[in-house]
């Protein structure tokens, strides 16, 4: 579905380049629940960029469903982005004069979907993520865990082949954060939607099927031979 094939990303800053991406492989198949780990400033926002159609890899192929992304104009790297990837982020992204309803049916709203059908969508992921009951609050009225799990149906509202979550539990307390991981799993399970997943939690990783770690600018996966 999602395939890296030696990926890399350098940044210019001035005179100097920063080689980040050296060299990544990488396949995400239907259904995938896969994490990736490492340290602060290895390069795992940049690779979900990349992977999420939000940045360009300064050289190697990323082929989506077969395509060479590198043959789309922005107009269909935005489609294919709206209709088949899902975004988690750290900070929720919410739009706070939206309500949970509002936020979550903004993909639909983007691909011109008609207005019951895009209430109906959104009121029934959002039913499906815990939050059915709070269809009308806006992001100041709820929690961080319920912020989370409207940004979570926003995701998955226009049913995505895979989810992008970057560091989906990092702003949470613990307890908060294992729910909202358990939530990531069993809509991986149960909508068999593939999760990519960045985490710097050991116990975040271990309940994905497959585990990365970025190091020194390439993707290590679990089980490789090194
Ligand atoms: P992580 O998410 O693993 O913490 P990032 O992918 O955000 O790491 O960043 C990796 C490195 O790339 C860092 O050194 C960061 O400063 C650099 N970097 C990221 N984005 C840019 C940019 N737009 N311009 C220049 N340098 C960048
Ligand atoms: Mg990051």
């Known amino acids: 579905m999602l395939e890296l094939s030696d990926v890399r990303k350098t940044f210019r800053r001035g005179p100097v380049e920063v080689k980040v991406l050296r060299g990544v492989d990488l396949r995400v198949e239907a259904g995938d629940l896969i994490s990736i780990m490492g340290p602060s400033g290895s390069g795992k926002s940049t ?7 939000l940045g360009r890899q300064t050289s190697g192929i990323y082929r989506l469903n077969g395509r060479d992304v590198s043959t789309m104009d922005d107009r269909e790297l935005s489609a ?25 049916a903004l ?13 109906r969508r959104a009121q029934g992921i959002l039913e499906k993520v815990g939050m059915g009951d ?4 806006r992001p100041d009225q709820l929690s961080g865990g319920q912020k989370q799990r409207v940004a979570i ?29 358990r939530l990531l799993v069993r809509l991986n399970r149960d909508e068999g939607v593939a999760v990519v997943i960045i985490t710097h939690a050991p116990s975040v990783s271990r309940q994905c099927c497959r585990q990365t770690l970025i190091r020194d600018g390439a993707l290590l996966e679990d089980g490789d031979t090194a």
């Open 134 to 137: 709070r269809l009308d609050h």
């Open 153 to 181: 149906a926003r995701a998955l509202v226009g049913e995505p082949g895979v989810v992008l979550a970057d560091e989906p539990t990092g702003a949470l307390d613990s307890d908060t954060a294992d729910e909202v991981m």
């Open 47 to 53: 690779l979900m960029n990349i992977l999420g159609l």
């Open 107 to 119: 993909p639909l709203v983007y691909r011109g979907l008609g207005r019951r059908d895009v209430r």
């Open 80 to 104: 294919f982005r709206n209709r088949h990837i899902g975004f988690v982020f750290q900070s929720f992204n919410l739009l706070g004069h939206l309500t949970a309803l509002e936020n979550a």
